[in-house]
């Protein structure tokens, strides 16, 4: 059975700080990882994919993988009390010739103003 | 406004009985899914399709069943048989299954409670 793994928070943080959500995923073969952002009540909305090793910026959020350690992280910077949601991990793997998407509990983010 | 539309926003189901939940998509995406999120939860994989007519079981598929007759619609029937439906339903789509970086695209979703 394929899992990722997530804190699930509340991770409490005060306006403008760094945000850090983290990852970590126990298929080897994975090979694509997403974050999504849920607000409550709503579907996910995607907000970052990641391919291979290193960062990824996209304006104030930036994502960090490392295949080796089987971990992926979310940064988010400058956090507004509008990134208060529900971050979730996924992990894609190809099982019998289909692609199909692992997702984390997620992890509760709440910015303070 | 090309997009994924799931019907109906709130279902009530009785106890023995069978409902099914909508799912429509114009993006001309091959793939599509279905997932159910509890509270608290990861989204958890019902069944896909890659193509027409063709489907697979997910990681919790039991009590469920699915047909996809058309490219476009995917709907995803809740059996007696399934005895917690209480759930937060997800219709999802991609481009096609074939490729792990393809990313979703998900409904707005149908909130089913028993009564």
């Known amino acids: 059975q394929k899992e990722v793994e997530q804190n699930s928070g509340p991770l409490s943080v005060p306006e403008g700080a760094i945000a850090s959500l983290n990852c970590t995923y126990s298929?080897?073969?994975?090979?694509?990882f997403f974050w999504y952002r849920q607000y409550s009540g709503k579907s996910p909305e995607l907000i970052m994919s990641?391919?291979?090793?290193g960062d990824k910026e996209d304006g104030r959020f930036t994502a960090q993988l490392n295949k080796a350690s089987q971990y992926v992280s979310l940064l988010i910077r400058d956090s507004q009390p509008s990134d208060s949601a529900t971050y979730l991990c996924?992990?894609?793997?190809?099982?019998?010739?289909?692609?199909?998407?692992?997702f984390g509990k997620g992890t509760m983010l709440l910015v303070s103003p | 406004d090309g997009g994924i539309t799931q019907s109906p926003k709130y279902l009530f189901r009785k106890e023995g009985q069978n409902v099914t939940l909508s799912c429509e998509q114009n993006?001309?995406?091959?793939?599509m899914y279905w997932y159910r999120q509890d509270p608290g939860q990861g989204l958890r994989l019902i069944y896909y399709?890659?193509?027409?007519?063709?489907?697979q079981k997910g990681d919790i598929a039991e009590g469920y069943s699915v047909s996809r007759e058309k490219k476009e619609s995917f709907p995803l029937t809740v059996t007696s048989a399934q005895k917690n439906p209480t759930a937060f339903y997800l219709c999802?789509?991609?481009?096609?299954?074939?490729?792990?970086?393809?990313?979703?695209?998900f409904g707005s979703g149908t909130q089913l409670s028993v009564l």
């Open positions: 999802a789509s991609s481009i096609e299954a074939a490729r792990t970086n393809e990313k979703l695209f």
């Open positions: 298929d080897r073969g994975s090979q694509s």
């Open positions: 990641i391919y291979s090793n």
């Open positions: 996924a992990v894609a793997s190809l099982n019998s010739g289909y692609s199909t998407l692992t």
């Open positions: 993006l001309n995406h091959d793939a």
């Open positions: 399709s890659q193509i027409v007519n063709d489907f």
